[in-house]
C-alpha cells in the first residue's frame, strides 16, 4: 500500500495500549541508522516492556501520536513522541519508517504534537538530536515556532521550540500542565 503522499493515505492518530506489537514492527521496519537518530544507541529491537511504556500514556503529562493507515487504522509508520517536565516543558522525539521519510509525515507528525501539547499548556519543546541530522533540524526550524539549537555536546545537539513565548512568565508555569483542557483520542487529528 502506497503511504504518505499528499498526506492522502496516513492518519495521524493517538497512540494506543494496543498498539505495543505494532510499535515493535515498526521499529523493526526502521533502518539502522534512523534507530540510531532517534535513540542514539545501536537498537534493532524495543522490548515488549519499552513498547509497552510508550504505548500506555495519559496523553497529558506523557503521549504519543502515530502515522497510521488511514483505511484500517491499524499499522504504524511513524511516531511523535513527549514527554512532560516540570514548569510547562515537554521533551520531544520523532520516528519516521524510512520508506515513508521525506514526503511529509513527520511534519504531520511534529504538528500535531505541537499542537496537541501546545492546548495542554506546554509552552516549551525541548529534545536532542545527532549533530548532523539534516532532516530533524530542517523540521525543528520550520515549525512556525521560535527555534534554538543549543551547544554540540559528544556529538549530541540540544535544541528547544517556544510555542507561546509571551507566556513564559505567566503563574502557571509552576505546575506540570498548566490548563485543564481535555484531551482524548477523538480530539486528535
Ligand atoms: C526526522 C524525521 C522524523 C523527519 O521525518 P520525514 O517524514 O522525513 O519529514 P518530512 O518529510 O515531513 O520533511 C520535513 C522537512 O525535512 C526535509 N527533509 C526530509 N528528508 C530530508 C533529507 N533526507 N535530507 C534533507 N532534508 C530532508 C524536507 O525537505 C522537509 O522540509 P520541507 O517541508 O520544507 O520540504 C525522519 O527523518 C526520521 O525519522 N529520522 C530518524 C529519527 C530522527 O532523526 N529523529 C529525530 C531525533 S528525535
Not at 496537541?116 to 530533524?136: D, E, K, M, V
Amino acid at each position: 500500500m502506497r503511504l504518505g503522499a499528499e498526506g492522502e493515505l496516513v492518519l495521524i492518530r493517538a497512540i494506543r495500549a494496543s498498539d505495543a506489537a505494532k510499535l515493535r514492527d515498526f521499529h523493526v521496519r526502521c533502518s539502522p541508522e534512523s534507530q540510531y537518530r532517534r535513540f542514539f544507541m545501536h537498537k534493532p529491537h524495543l522490548s515488549t516492556k519499552e513498547a509497552e511504556y510508550f504505548c500506555n500514556v495519559d496523553m497529558r503529562n506523557r503521549g504519543a501520536v502515530v502515522a497510521s493507515d488511514r483505511d484500517s487504522h491499524e499499522g504504524i509508520h511513524g511516531i511523535g513522541q513527549w514527554d512532560g517536565l516540570k514548569g510547562g516543558r515537554a521533551e520531544i522525539a520523532l520516528l519516521v519508517e524510512d520508506d515513508l521519510q521525506g514526503i511529509g509525515v513527520g511534519r504531520r507528525l511534529l504538528d500535531a504534537v505541537l499542537d496537541h501539547t501546545r492546548a495542554l499548556g506546554f509552552w516549551q519543546l525541548t529534545g536532542s538530536i545527532l549533530a548532523g541530522n539534516g532532516p530533524i533540524r530542517r523540521l525543528l526550524e520550520t515549525s512556525g515556532y521560535a527555534c534554538s539549537m543549543g551547544e554540540t555536546d559528544c556529538g549530541v545537539q540540544s535544541f528547544s521550540l517556544l510555542t507561546e513565548c509571551a507566556e513564559r512568565d505567566n503563574p502557571f508555569l509552576g505546575d506540570m500542565l498548566p490548563r485543564n483542557v481535555e484531551c482524548s483520542a477523538a480530539g486528535l487529528p
